[in-house]
């Protein structure tokens, strides 16, 4: 379900681009992107509570506390609405700014419904913050169809309706209200599933001032982060910028819409996984250690992603040519170059749902970043001698540092998952499908001319992924993992 999500996310977001351009303009556009623009960044205080609600309602039900879980929801509540204050004043902050710093670029009329359009940001923001709740309950309780089925349903249902919203009224404040609408419908939803159908309740039995620190200093954690992260993936084409001009970052920018898609495929299977990890960690759960658990996500993960990134070096210049157009070769290595290192990161991704469990990750949010810091001043001085790649050779390095040496040394030494053995088993699994790719990649570069359209692609890729799963199939798939496709071809 969460595959299916995602994947409708990028068709989603395909559609969205020439729907809104062609119905609203240029201009109205540009002023839709600089409000999502505000909204990402004032959602990194939902994205950080979150994860601290799931982590310790998650403990108490595992212990069979349900009082206390009870009141890590009522006390979560009260954390939110003060959140909810802040994002007002933020807001209102936000509307003087721009009315300040964009008088002289936008006319009247763009002030004006930039401002109200920032104020259905806030109320958009408040909704989120607070159905936050139900939705950790509800992945918290394992009803993942309902959770990504739902979030299906509407993302693909909303291009239709703002298509209707931007036909009626061609503004870009009409797709902002459906975006509104759309939260405000989810929200009822997820709140009247959690409490009808789960029978949860939110209640605060008492304020526990431990519990609320506790919350606050594991949000903390989960903040640095987010910022990291920010800082990871956004300072690259800053600095290209400053030293090669737009030219640079437009190349940049290609290869980062390739390597941000690859992204959720790691994040996928491991995201599901918080309430399990949680009973293993509490003793609840006795068919698998954190270890068994790590390799086994581990080996999905990576037969999904290492298909990806085989595929796209095999064919990758050839869809950036397709989809992009001539001149952005440059985009197609940085992508292989910053793909291969962030591929140790993603088939470890539920150790990142471990290290929530255990409140561990303070440490990975401290090194991730020292990384992300060390990260620019390596970019700095390697785009000066290398050019563009620079950037990407220097982001690659600070991964592997970061979420392959020291991550891996973690995992091993202070978390107690049998790291020899995840790479094992990985190397193991590995063999078959490397050797395809190695003869499929010299086949395409010695005998086959360059492809020229989407339909030869389509073919091509469609027929490495059936060489791929069947190479699998007979040398690296166990009898779990071929008891996973034979139920998707089932259904």
């Known amino acids: 379900m969460n595959y299916l999500y995602m994947a409708v996310q990028v068709v989603v977001n395909l559609i969205y681009v020439p729907l809104l351009l062609g119905t609203i303009g240029t201009n109205e556009y540009g002023l839709y992107q600089l409000v ?44 939110y609405r003060i959140l909810s204050a802040f994002a007002i004043l933020v807001g209102i902050a936000l509307i003087a700014i721009a009315n300040a710093v964009y008088a002289e670029s936008l006319t009247a009329a763009e002030l004006h419904e930039l401002s109200w359009m920032l104020v259905i940001l806030i109320v958009n923001v408040i909704i989120v913050l607070n159905n936050s709740i139900y939705s950790a309950t509800i992945e918290a309780h394992e009803r993942f169809t309902f959770q990504y089925g739902l979030q299906v349903v509407l993302t693909a249902l909303q291009p239709f309706a703002i298509a209707l919203a931007v036909f009626i009224y061609p503004y870009a404040i009409s797709a902002v209200t459906v975006q509104l609408i759309t939260v405000a419908i989810e929200a009822v939803i997820r709140r009247g599933y959690s409490s009808r159908r789960l029978g949860i309740k939110v209640r605060l039995h008492e304020f526990d001032r431990s519990l609320a620190r506790a919350l606050l200093v594991f949000s903390g954690a989960i903040l640095l982060a987010t910022i990291a992260d920010q800082i990871f993936w956004r300072t690259d084409q800053l600095i290209l910028g400053y030293f090669f001009g737009t030219a640079s970052v437009a190349v940049y920018g290609i290869a980062s819409q390739i390597f941000m898609c690859y992204m959720p495929l790691g994040i996928a299977v491991s995201s599901v996984f918080l309430p399990k990890v949680t009973r293993i960690y509490r003793g609840e759960e006795h068919d698998e250690t954190l270890s068994d658990l790590f390799v086994r996500i581990g080996r999905i993960s990576f037969l999904v992603l290492w298909a990806v990134l085989t595929g796209f070096v095999v064919f990758g210049d050839d869809f950036i040519r ?26 470890q991704n539920v150790g990142l749902t471990i290290l929530r469990v255990n409140n561990t990750y303070g440490f990975r ?40 040496l020291i991550m891996n040394w973690f995992y091993w030494k202070r978390t107690g998952i049998d790291i020899p053995r995840f790479w094992g088993d990985i190397c193991r699994i590995a063999a078959a499908p490397f050797a395809l790719f190695v003869v499929v990649f010299l086949v395409r570069l010695l005998l086959l001319p360059a492809i020229g359209s989407w339909a030869i692609l389509i073919v091509c890729l469609i027929a490495y992924v059936v060489f791929y799963v069947a190479i699998c199939w007979a040398f690296s798939f166990n009898a779990y993992e071929k008891g996973i496709l034979k139920s998707l071809v089932r259904r």
């Open 36 to 79: 999502g623009s505000v909204m990402a960044y004032l959602l990194i205080m939902n994205s950080t509570i979150a994860a601290a609600v799931q982590r310790y309602y998650n403990k108490h039900l595992a212990l069979k506390e349900y009082d206390r879980a009870e009141n890590v929801l009522g006390v979560s509540r009260i954390l």
């Open 322 to 347: 397709l989809w992009a157009g001539e001149g952005f070769h440059d985009a197609y290595l940085i992508a292989i170059i910053i793909m291969i290192p962030f591929t140790i990161d993603l088939i």
């Open 365 to 404: 949010a401290g090194i991730y970043f020292a990384v992300a810091v060390i990260n620019i001043a390596a970019t700095i001085a390697l785009v000066q001698v290398m050019g563009i790649i620079g950037a990407a050779v220097s982001t690659a390095f600070a991964l592997f540092i970061g979420s392959g």
